[in-house]
């Protein structure tokens, strides 16, 4: 878990995605985080925790701490939805509730992935971060 704080995290992500001028590159850099999550729980492998408004498989939960932080969890058959959950997480998992609702996403407009997803793909994203902002209230 990242020692950063929410925003910290999601500037790291906008200037990793900086190094990269081709699209061909990104992606492959938002694969390979998708390969870094952690496994998902088995527990969570149900229709329950199986969110909508995705065209692939997305399983999401997200566990309440002890000491206030919320851990998400979740993960996707689609490689680049991996990656994108992957970077949801680095940005909001371990956060309090509040740090989680005065964060926005914008960090995915500034590396460009709002012009480079598919229709469904971004409807996926907003499923996701309604989710997230959804365990934080």
């Known amino acids: 878990m990242s020692v950063n704080t929410a925003k910290e995290e999601a500037q790291a992500i906008i200037e990793e995605f ?4 081709d699209w061909e590159d990104r992606y492959q850099l938002l694969i390979d985080q ?7 729980p088995p527990q969570y492998r149900d ?10 498989v997305v399983y999401f939960a997200s566990e309440q701490q002890d000491d206030d932080k919320i851990i998400f969890l ?11 959950v992957a970077l949801l997480l680095r940005v ?5 509730a509040r740090e989680i609702r005065e964060t926005e ?15 469904t793909r971004k409807n996926g994203l907003a499923s996701m ?5 959804a365990a934080a209230r």
Do not use: N, P, T
């Open 105 to 119: 996403a914008d960090f995915l407009s500034a590396i460009g992935l709002d012009s480079h997803l598919s229709a």
């Open 47 to 56: 229709d329950d925790h199986r969110l909508r408004g995705c065209q692939s």
């Open 18 to 21: 900086s190094f990269f001028d």
């Open 34 to 40: 998708g390969r870094k999550l952690a496994d998902f």
């Open 74 to 84: 979740a993960e996707s058959d689609a490689a680049i939805v991996q990656g994108l």
């Open 92 to 96: 909001y998992s371990g956060r309090d």
């Open 129 to 133: 971060l309604g989710a997230i902002k």
